[in-house]
T-cell receptor
Framework: DAGVIQSPRHEVTEMGQEVTLRCKPISGHDYLFWYRQTMMRGLELLIYFNNNVPIDDSGMPEDRFSAKMPNASFSTLKIQPSEPRDSAVYFC????????????FGEGSWLTVV | RKEVEQDPGPFNVPEGATVAFNCTYSNSASQSFFWYRQDCRKEPKLLMSVYSSGNEDGRFTAQLNRASQYISLLIRDSKLSDSATYLCSTGGADGLTFGKGTHLIIQP
């Protein structure tokens, strides 16, 4: 069975450029989460969606970050403009209501902003 | 603010030994509790759920103490392949809060 699929796996970009990260959740899952992981702060929840609707974006660090989920099988996380401090691993994860709140992660998008 | 605290380690343990980690959580409304395992440069993967009654999966035993708000993980007869970072997490349908992880190194 296909898990959560993320792209790109790795991205190196220059400061000021726009970055778009993509995610396909596990088919049938109705919750989608975007996390960011750094050595200093660990795993942080940025935003989550339920049935394609953004529910809580209180973890989004700044207005430079935005996320969308136009349909049940696709979500994007956009950073515009990017800054070096945005360098991190961005994980997308999904879960199914009623399954005990277990979430399943994609392999992550490794972002470096220089 | 929801927090999950773990000893970062590293725990250096000889192969075959028993090792235990704890974590504490601040959100008393948490409904679900998990241990995830994360290998270097990989995504976190579910190791096991944690229940108040305690649960066991092979060499792994997890325990939840709601009154004291801590979660434990016990690994018996440790293997070299158990070397990883173990993340404690709590939460509900609105997502999970993770600790920063405990780094375990099993030495031959």
């Amino acid at each position: 069975d296909a898990g959560v699929i993320q792209s790109p796996r790795h991205e190196v970009t220059e400061m000021g450029q726009e970055v778009t990260l993509r995610c396909k959740p596990i088919s049938g899952h109705d919750y989608l989460f975007w996390y960011r992981q750094t050595m200093m702060r660990g795993l942080e929840l940025l935003i989550y969606f339920n049935n394609n609707v953004p529910i809580d974006d209180s973890g989004m660090p700044e207005d430079r970050f935005s996320a969308k989920m136009p349909n049940a099988s696709f979500s994007t996380l956009k950073i515009q403009p990017s800054e070096p401090r945005d360098s991190a691993v961005y994980f997308c994860a999904s879960s199914l209501a009623g399954s005990g709140n277990t979430i399943y992660f994609g392999e992550g998008s490794w972002l470096t902003v220089v | 603010r929801k927090e999950v605290e773990q000893d970062p380690g590293p725990f250096n343990v000889p192969e075959g030994a028993t090792v235990a980690f704890n974590c504490t959580y601040s959100n008393s409304a948490s409904q679900s509790f998990f241990w995830y395992r994360q290998d270097c440069r990989k995504e976190p993967k579910l190791l096991m759920s944690v229940y108040s009654s305690g649960n066991e999966d092979g060499r792994f035993t997890a325990q939840l103490n709601r009154a004291s708000q801590y979660i434990s993980l016990l690994i018996r007869d440790s293997k070299l392949s158990d070397s990883a970072t173990y993340l404690c997490s709590t939460g509900g349908a609105d997502g999970l809060t993770f600790g920063k992880g405990t780094h375990l190194i099993i030495q031959p």
